[in-house]
């Protein structure tokens, strides 16, 4: 209860901070057309364009993104994915993009969707604890609203890391279902094995993921959904018995105190059968 009385102080005043300069930039006109205000920003730490041109490169060099692919993202958040790919992805491909959290869509329709029409966004009316406790639907029922063999390239980034694992193994589920043969996921987690075990502990770590909740490990009991973690191997076992055709790629991450890492997070890169 301390721990979240505290988070909400500080984001209290954050968003206060925030404002203040969303105010001086908008006066100034130095709002660029395709950045949020920050006070709006809800998808994490670190600059949002730096963040975003980041992961741009990782979805090309680790897991193929063309320029001529149909793209989903899932959990597209307030456009910070999406923003970067505008000038990459062809006209002719296409970019879908769904999130729980309605003001993230509202500002992706509003100011991607005009200026790039292949780039759509839609809200998905689900529950989580943490950023959408009003949701309608429970995650492990959600059915992505595409139809089967969409997609040859998707991503996830920062999502497995709010889910329990019922809802984990829906999405998994649901991501064989709308790749197309020879598809690409790219997706990001927290990920419990030897190395990270023994390392979360030590001040380096940003999450210690010290509590076993129903087959998951969270750094908080009493805000669960706010960082979660799972077992290594019972993710790659999971991809397995989903019908993913061979190993998946794994890109440790410095979550943990790790000197070197290709992101913060822990990367999978896994591909359904062609």
Known sequence: MINQTLRRGRSILKKAYQQ????GERLLGLRDALTPPRSMIFVGAGDYKEVGEHFRTLFIELGGLKPTDEVLDIGCG?????????NYLAPT???EGFDIVKSG??????????RYPNFRFQLADVYNSHYQPTGRYPATEYKFPFPDAQFDFIFLTSVFTHMPKPELENYIGQIARVLKPGGRCLATFFLLDEESRRLMPSPRSRYNLQYELDGRYVADLGDPDICTGFDKQYVLDLLQQKGYSTAPAFYPGTWCGR????SFQDILVFQKPA
């Open 78 to 86: 307030i456009g910070r994915m999406a923003v970067p790919l505008v």
């Open 93 to 95: 491909a296409r970019y």
């Open 105 to 114: 869509i509202d500002w992706c329709q509003q100011h991607i969707t005009p």
């Open 259 to 262: 000197l070197e890492g290709k």
């Open 20 to 23: 203040t300069l969303d105010s």
